[in-house]
């Protein structure tokens, strides 16, 4: 069972490009094991680190509270439903497209292309 109490203190302690870098992350990886056999006991923890994720950055009145809140809907959604491998199979293209989301909003991209070029 992960420690949720350091992840949240590890999350909180990155800069907010970080952040929204590390949600997406997690919803990729999320979109990744939802593809694999093997995501029984992956999968709803995924969920709920990238639920909570979003929960911390709502607490911090974001720029983006609307899409995160639209977000926020859509994982606790299938939190509550639990383990259905119809409701899995929907979370994969859901999922891809809210990591890249995510992603643009952390402008950590643009950051990454500016020191490239």
Not at 17 to 27: D, H, M, R, V, Y
Not at 58 to 79: C, F, I
Not at 98 to 109: K, Q, Y
Request: proline letters at 3%; zero cysteines.
């Amino acid at each position: 069972m992960p420690n949720w109490n350091a992840i949240e203190a590890s999350f909180l302690n990155q800069s907010m490009p970080q952040k929204l870098g590390e949600l997406a992350a997690t919803l990729a990886r999320l979109k990744s094991w939802s593809q694999k056999n093997a995501n029984g006991e992956i999968v709803p923890v995924l969920l709920k680190e990238s639920l909570l994720y979003v929960n911390l950055l709502q607490r911090q009145n974001h720029l983006h509270y609307a899409e995160l809140t639209q977000l926020q809907k859509l994982l606790q959604g299938w939190v509550n439903r639990g383990d259905n491998s119809t409701e899995i199979v929907n979370l994969v293209p859901t999922a891809a497209i809210w990591s890249e989301r995510i992603l643009d909003m952390s402008g950590l991209l643009v950051a990454a292309d500016s020191k490239t070029a």
